[in-house]
């Protein structure tokens, strides 16, 4: 069973940066692929970026947000730059083991953290 556990969110003005972390525990975290997904109010949730053998990141998100992990710190890093006030949401880290690059979709990750809020005022 893997835990996750989410930091780095708060409150940034719009064009800033935010980073945040995952830190994950009670498995091998080299044989896990790791991803972020967010969800705003009122709206499903949305895939954001994955990392395993490579990176993969929706149009929303592609050259603003860049996905990184620290094997040997068992940490998935979520770097946000230039953010927008629709950036605003809970984000959420998630892993699983399939060895794929694109897979963006929920039902496609076994283990998900408790999500940090990232608030972006205009």
């Known amino acids: 069973q893997v835990q996750l556990v989410e930091s780095g969110g708060g409150l940034v003005q719009a064009g800033g940066s935010l980073r945040l972390s995952c830190a994950a525990s009670g498995g091998t975290f080299s044989d896990y692929a790791m991803g972020w997904f967010r969800q705003a109010p009122g709206k499903e949730r949305e895939f954001v970026a994955r990392i395993r053998w490579g990176t993969y990141y929706p149009d929303s998100v592609k050259g603003r947000f860049t996905i990184s992990r620290d094997n040997a710190k068992n940490t998935v890093y979520l770097q946000m730059t230039s953010l927008k006030p629709e950036d605003t949401a809970v984000y959420y880290c998630?892993?699983?083991?399939?060895?794929?690059?694109?897979?963006?979709?929920?039902?496609?990750?076994?283990?998900w953290g408790q999500g940090t809020q990232v608030t972006v005022s205009s």
């Open positions: 998630a892993a699983d083991r399939e060895y794929g690059l694109l897979r963006s979709k929920e039902s496609q990750y076994e283990y």
